[in-house]
Nanobody, 121 residues
Framework: VRLVESGGRLVQAGDSLKLSCAYS????????LGWFRQAPGKEREYVSH???????????NFAKGRFTIFRDTASNTDTTVYLQMNSLKPEDTAVYYC????????????WGQGTQVTVSA
């Protein structure tokens, strides 16, 4: 199983950025594919997730209206999930992680290594 994020970089406030997460080695049918982030000195927080089965999407309050999550449906085992982030703010600066979860309690079992997003004022 591999989850590999990419796309993080230094941008200015107001810019847009698209993150990618390449998932491989998972049977995706019942998966929740999510994004989390962790800013320096803060707890990791939920950003968004998409259900592989029907494409339903969910967002944290700070992500609604600015971030969009979407997935590539070309394969049932390998996929790429994207996080399009618009109107970025300095407080969006964090390491962004993608994850995959299957448990009924909503936890995530598989994690990527993270990609750094830095938003300058």
């Amino acid at each position: 199983v591999r989850l590999v994020e990419s796309g993080g970089r230094l941008v200015q406030a107001g810019d847009s950025l698209k993150l990618s997460c390449a998932y491989s080695g998972l049977i995706l049918r019942d998966a929740r594919l999510g994004w989390f982030r962790q800013a320096p000195g803060k707890e990791r927080e939920y950003v968004s997730h998409v259900l592989w089965s029907d494409g339903s999407t969910y967002y944290s309050n700070f992500a609604k209206g600015r971030f969009t999550i979407f997935r590539d449906t070309a394969s049932n085992t390998d996929t790429t999930v994207y996080l399009q982030m618009n109107s970025l703010k300095p407080e969006d600066t964090a390491v962004y992680y993608c994850a995959a979860g299957f448990a009924a309690d909503g936890t995530y079992e598989w994690w990527g290594q993270g990609t750094q997003v830095t938003v300058s004022a």
